[in-house]
């Protein structure tokens, strides 16, 4: 069972508003990602991170930021929120094993509503 | 470019079985299947690695065909809870990047 959390697990927030979605892993998993997911979808990497001080960004396109100073801890920023921006947002982590492919495992989510 | 899953939604008695279907454009290196219920996080169901198979969840096995780029996902002897859908998540090489597929919504009736 993994242990990933993310805060809130809701969000409604007003357009134009600086918000911060909290991601954190008591893993020690070095690598961590951010994945967009709309009701229903398929879901799309937004941002990753190998390590601590390593980002990049995934293969959607996203207006957002993320940092990571610390192993567990990756979080997500939107500078000013649209309503373009509602959708689920899914915090994941994984560890490499030599010989293996890594698994991801992910947290519960948060659901953000742009009004 | 994104793995294409089909069926795109699957219906079932309890006790019926399914097969799942996801390919890829690219070479593969791992195939990751994931479910999903509705308004929770996607849970890992199994791996398989080129030239291995691997099963790791109830009654439900996978095969991974590396010359076609497809992987297969079996759900034998469906139970209610086997509902929701059904990701994979494809890793090819000199990436280690999961592109998911479109997924497959799985409904199990009593």
């Known amino acids: 069972e993994a242990d990933i959390y993310q805060t809130p697990r809701y969000l409604v927030i007003g357009t134009g508003k600086k918000i911060t979605l909290e991601c954190s892993q008591t893993m020690g998993h070095d690598k961590m990602y951010w994945y967009q997911q709309d009701p229903g979808m398929e879901l799309h990497l937004i941002h990753y991170?190998?390590?601590?001080?390593?980002?990049e960004k995934g293969d959607l396109s996203s207006e957002s930021t993320v940092s990571r100073i610390r192993t567990e801890h990756f979080p997500l920023t939107l500078e000013s929120a649209r309503p373009s921006h509602t959708s689920q947002y899914l915090c994941?982590?994984?560890?490499?094993?030599?010989?293996?492919?890594?698994?991801?495992?992910f947290g519960p989510g948060t659901r953000l509503l742009v009004l | 470019q994104q793995p294409v899953q089909s069926p795109q939604a699957v219906i079932l008695r309890e006790g019926e079985d399914a097969v799942i279907n996801c390919s890829s454009s690219?070479?593969?290196?791992?195939v990751h299947w994931y479910r999903q219920k509705h308004g929770e996080a996607p849970v890992f169901l199994m791996i398989?690695?080129?030239?291995?198979e691997q099963k790791g969840h109830e009654k439900i096995s996978a095969s991974f065909n590396e010359k076609k780029q497809q992987s297969s996902l079996y759900l034998t002897a469906s139970q209610l809870s086997y509902s929701g859908t059904y990701f994979c998540?494809?890793?090819?090489?000199?990436?280690?990047?999961?592109?998911f597929g479109t997924g497959t919504r799985l409904q199990v009736f009593p």
């Open positions: 991170s190998y390590g601590v001080n390593s980002t």
């Open positions: 690219k070479a593969l290196y791992s």
């Open positions: 994941a982590s994984s560890e490499w094993r030599s010989g293996s492919s890594e698994t991801q495992y």
């Open positions: 398989l690695l080129k030239g291995g």
């Open positions: 998540g494809l890793r090819s090489y000199n990436t280690d990047k999961l592109i």
